[in-house]
């Protein structure tokens, strides 16, 4: 028998190993956001981005943002999220995180409100719009982180910040590509569902556009900006000084009164120098100078403005020990003073009775140059209807004030905060030793004798003003008037 052993073997089929499927695990990257913003005297703002990956990577980095625009927190962040966006890979699962939540907030909730209305009336629409498209075209997901305090990405975060921080001080000119594709985004806002006032706005937007800013309004927010930055060190942007105007604390027509200032608006100096045989109109006939508003409110020797505020010191210095230099610049910015405590904490009653006082005084004073100029055909006002009328004034704010803190409003809360009530007028009134912590429920609550010194035996004049008890505080309030001269 012949062996068979050269014969190759038949060999069985190996088993198919089925290998499993192998889905490459999506790459993810998770960015630390911050802004900046440096202010250097005598100088403009510069805010700046920063974003920080890891310890070591070469992509972390400061940027200035565009010079061009507001220099704030918030845009910076902004930039910050945009840059993040644009150094990713559009595969790659991205988180950004950041301490504030103005990015989250503007992609997550506001965005299909935004682009329903077309973008009308959204400010920094330019970055946000650039953000949003980059957003889209990325196909890995992107989620926004907002770092909780004393979290590790909290530390992560102040990294970024200090990477801002470094860029803001140099000032540095970036280059940013915010061009947006033509094909990603749909121009124009939809008609359909829409609302009127939203293409109301859209037609003024269009047609400001082509209006150039007013020389006169441009110098006077500069004035505003510069008295504000040195009076209180605070730096404010033309967007702040609108917003101030229009806050709740001023009355309408004091804030109207403002709004006009701020655009020297005001028929008064210059205004009657173009028309003839008005040109008398423009000089103070009292002191033979221009009649402009910083004359009428603060140099203008006719007995009314310095005698207010003299007053309005006296009662602040009451409240407060210093009292901050009063200039056309505050006056008109008075809603942005900042006053803050030893722990750095505002002071917010004491920054609303500055606005009231401020805007009240002011306003008189203007009133008390129309009636000499218009009404009495130039007869000066008397001292004491000037002191009458002040303390008047501030009287009907503070009790308007208590009515509003004792109503509720719609359901439970009161229509203004007790507790901001009593910090704002704290200091000022009148036997304030006497009366309970929660003076809101007393009757006789008055402001504005501590501004002058009290009455002589002898010298005292009594009158009584009902308007000074509005709503459902019906009570008799006598007003000490006199013993000052
Ligand atoms: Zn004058």
Redesign the pocket.
């Known amino acids: 028998m012949t062996s068979r052993t050269n014969e190759p073997k038949e060999r069985k089929d190996p088993p198919v190993r089925r290998r499993a499927a192998t889905v490459p695990a999506p790459v993810a990257i998770e960015i630390f956001i911050a802004g900046s913003v440096h202010v250097p005297s005598s100088k403009k703002a510069c805010a700046a981005t920063g974003t920080f990956i890891e310890e070591g990577d070469m992509r972390n980095k400061g940027k200035c943002i565009p010079v061009v625009g507001e220099q704030s927190l918030y845009t910076a962040e902004l930039f910050a999220a945009l840059e993040a966006v644009k150094m990713t890979n559009r595969d790659t699962v991205l988180t950004i995180t950041s301490t504030q939540s103005y990015v989250l907030d503007a992609m997550n909730k506001k965005l299909p409100s935004w682009e329903n209305d077309g973008w009308v009336g959204v400010k920094h629409r330019n970055v946000l719009r650039c953000l949003a498209t980059e957003l889209k075209a990325r196909r890995a997901r992107t989620m926004f982180k907002v770092a909780a305090p004393g979290s590790p990405e909290r530390a992560q975060c102040k990294k970024a910040s200090m990477l801002a921080k470094r860029s803001a001080r140099i000032q540095t000119e970036e280059r940013w590509d915010l061009t947006i594709p033509p094909d990603t985004a749909l121009p124009g806002l939809p008609l359909q569902g829409n609302r009127q006032r939203v293409f109301y706005r859209s037609i003024w937007e269009i047609k400001s556009q082509v209006l150039s800013p007013r020389p006169s309004t441009l110098m006077m927010l500069e004035t505003v900006r510069r008295d504000v930055e040195t009076t209180f060190g605070r730096h404010v942007t033309e967007a702040d000084i609108w917003q101030a105007v229009a806050t709740k604390d001023i009355l309408p027509r004091i804030a109207q009164f403002l709004w006009k200032g701020l655009h020297n608006a005001h028929r008064i100096g210059i205004y009657w120098t173009h028309i003839p045989e008005c040109e008398d109109r423009a000089i103070?006939q009292?002191?033979g100078?221009l009649?402009d508003l910083n004359?009428?409110l603060l140099?203008?020797?006719?007995p009314g403005q310095e005698i207010i505020w003299q007053a309005a010191e006296s009662l602040w210095r009451g409240k407060e020990d210093k009292w901050p230099a009063v200039s056309l610049g505050t006056i008109l910015g008075c809603g942005l003073a900042g006053f803050r405590d030893e722990n750095g904490k505002a002071k917010r009653g004491t920054q609303r009775l500055y606005q009231i006082l401020i805007s009240e005084s002011a306003y008189l004073i203007w009133k008390l140059r129309n009636d000499r100029v218009i009404s009495r055909d130039r007869a000066p006002t008397m001292e004491e209807e000037i002191r009458n009328r002040w303390k008047y004034h501030l009287n009907q704010h503070l009790q308007s004030d208590i009515t509003l803190a004792n109503r509720p409003h719609t359901g439970k809360r009161p229509a203004l905060a007790p507790s901001l009530v009593t910090d704002t007028w704290s200091g000022t009134l009148d036997d304030e030793h006497r009366l309970p912590t929660n003076w809101l429920q007393e009757p006789r609550v008055l402001v504005g004798s501590r501004a002058f010194p009290r009455a002589r035996p002898g010298r005292h004049n009594s009158y009584t003003l009902s308007a000074l008890a509005p709503g459902r505080l019906k009570v008799p309030v006598v007003f000490n008037v006199g013993g000052d001269d």
């Open positions: 103070c009292e002191c100078v009649e004359h009428i140099g203008c020797k006719s």
